[in-house]
């Protein structure tokens, strides 16, 4: 104890801490909340008065663009399919109403829940999560 505070020492070799593969899970975990955190942000501004807008949309532009130099600094891409485009089956993203249509049913996605993130090399590491909804809807 010093002045009523507890001195850490620095950890010795002996000390185990995360291993770089818990450390890389740790960082995709926390990309991937914080996507959805931003995400989430943008919906909420969806709803303010027109004025407010601009101010709360640069923040949030910003915070997605430090989102995507961070995943680049740690060698991940993040992936985000288009709301509107054609889901295809070879996408990496993993759609949660897929049962709700037919095997020739042309679907889109609605909403994307969670982004794929992959690494510099196309390894994916997480698989993004989707919802659908018919052509016709």
Not at 64 to 84: C, F, K, M, Y
Not at 105 to 125: M, Y
């Amino acid at each position: 104890m010093y002045l009523g505070r507890e001195v850490r020492s620095v950890p010795s070799a002996d000390d185990t801490g995360p291993d770089s593969s818990q450390f890389q899970q740790a960082l995709v975990d926390l990309i991937v909340e914080s996507w959805r955190f931003v995400s989430g942000y943008d919906r909420v501004i969806a709803q303010l008065p027109a004025e407010k807008h601009a101010r709360f949309q640069s923040r949030s532009r910003f915070f997605r663009s430090r989102l995507d130099e961070i995943a680049q600094q740690a060698g991940l891409r993040i992936s985000v399919p288009e709301v509107g485009s054609v889901f295809d089956g070879g996408l990496p993203d993993r759609p949660l109403n897929a049962d709700e249509f037919g095997p020739y049913l042309t679907v889109v996605v609605e909403q994307v829940i969670e982004p794929t993130l992959v690494r510099i090399d196309g390894l994916i590491v997480h698989v993004g999560t989707v919802m659908l909804r018919g052509m016709d809807e």
